[in-house]
């Protein structure tokens, strides 16, 4: 009896402890969920600050667009080449070259490109944006610009926020259109495939329906770094120590979240 009672008592606790894990990541989740809707509205409620607004998102673009894009133009023409060096041998072979503009379109365009993309800002951009406005609240620049009567949210938050979002649609725009010629430059030389029948293949291959889902995906996934980076920057409010824990959760979160996203977007485009 005593043991039937222990063992009810552990398997309570354990089902407590979980409810409770489960509670606060909700919590945190519908916490995101409002900086979201703050971030969204930011630019457009609240009294003018034009200058200050653009000049705030042109160093986030700098920042995350344009100071690394070499590294994506890198990558995705690698990206090119591996979707054409393990398929195109095979398609050859079996005469049917005209598959190759729907393969880069189902992989480049709709999707692995958005989530390669994605990832790049993710590494490049996500966690600073953390550790800069973690460092801010910890060192309370944040309560001195609440007592100067600015918002910290619209002038920090706000600027990024819509930085991220433009600069992640612009690199998934590079990274297909980087990807296609280098896909085209190795079928080109490893596949002999007539270029005339290359593009031709992915002109026909490629919907509008396609660059939708990829856009709505890119947009998304930017809006989600963007707001999950920006809200684990202003729950640091302790120490250094936080702001590094902090860093590390909001990837997590990012990843989850960007990768929920992917799968839902793409089976409403099968359904």
Same mark, same amino acid.
């Given at each position: ?16 402890? #979980? ?15 409002? =900086?979201?809707?703050?971030? @969204?509205?930011?630019?457009?409620? *609240? ?17 995350? #667009? ?8 890198? %990558?995705?023409?690698?990206?090119? =080449?591996?979707? &054409?060096?393990?398929? $195109? ?16 379109? %189902? ?19 996500? *966690?600073? &944006?953390?550790?800069?406005?973690? /460092? =801010? +609240?910890? /060192? ?25 979002? @433009? !600069? ?9 259109? $980087?990807?296609?010629? *280098? ?9 002999? &495939? ?9 002109? /026909?291959?490629?919907?509008? @329906?396609?660059? *939708?889902?990829?856009? #709505? ?9 963007? %707001?999950? !980076?920006?809200?684990?920057?202003? +729950?640091?409010?302790?120490? =250094?120590?936080?702001? #590094?824990? /902090? $860093? !590390?959760?909001?990837?997590?979160? !990012? ?17």
């Amino acid at each position: 009896m005593n043991r039937l009672f222990r063992m009810v008592r552990v398997l309570g606790g354990l089902l407590g402890q #979980a409810w409770g894990n489960f509670g606060a990541r909700l919590s945190r989740l519908l916490d995101i969920c409002a =900086m979201f809707h703050r971030l @969204i509205l930011g630019a457009f409620i *609240g009294p003018p600050c034009i200058g200050l607004f653009f000049r705030e998102l042109s160093r986030q673009v700098y920042f995350t #667009a344009i100071r690394r894009a070499y590294i994506l133009v890198f %990558t995705s023409l690698m990206l090119g =080449m591996l979707v &054409i060096v393990n398929a $195109t041998q095979q398609l050859v072979k079996l005469q049917g070259e005209e598959f190759i503009g729907w393969l880069l379109v %189902t992989i480049v365009v709709r999707e692995v490109g958005p989530v390669w993309a994605a990832f790049f800002v993710l590494l490049n951009s996500g *966690g600073a &944006i953390t550790v800069e406005i973690g /460092n =801010m +609240s910890v /060192n309370q620049e944040i309560r001195a610009l609440k007592m100067m009567g600015i918002d910290p949210y619209r002038y920090l938050g706000v600027p990024r926020f819509w930085g991220i979002t @433009i !600069s992640l649609m612009c690199l998934y725009i590079l990274c297909v259109f $980087t990807a296609i010629i *280098g896909g085209y430059l190795f079928a080109q030389a490893f596949a002999e &495939i007539f270029w005339a029948k290359f593009w031709l293949s992915f002109v /026909n291959a490629l919907q509008l @329906i396609d660059l *939708g889902v990829g856009f #709505a995906k890119t947009t998304l996934f930017a809006m989600l770094i963007a %707001t999950v !980076s920006i809200y684990f920057g202003f +729950s640091s409010r302790i120490n =250094m120590d936080e702001v #590094a824990r /902090n $860093t !590390s959760e909001a990837a997590i979160w !990012s990843l989850v979240l960007i990768g929920a996203t992917n799968i839902i977007l793409t089976a409403a485009y099968y359904l």
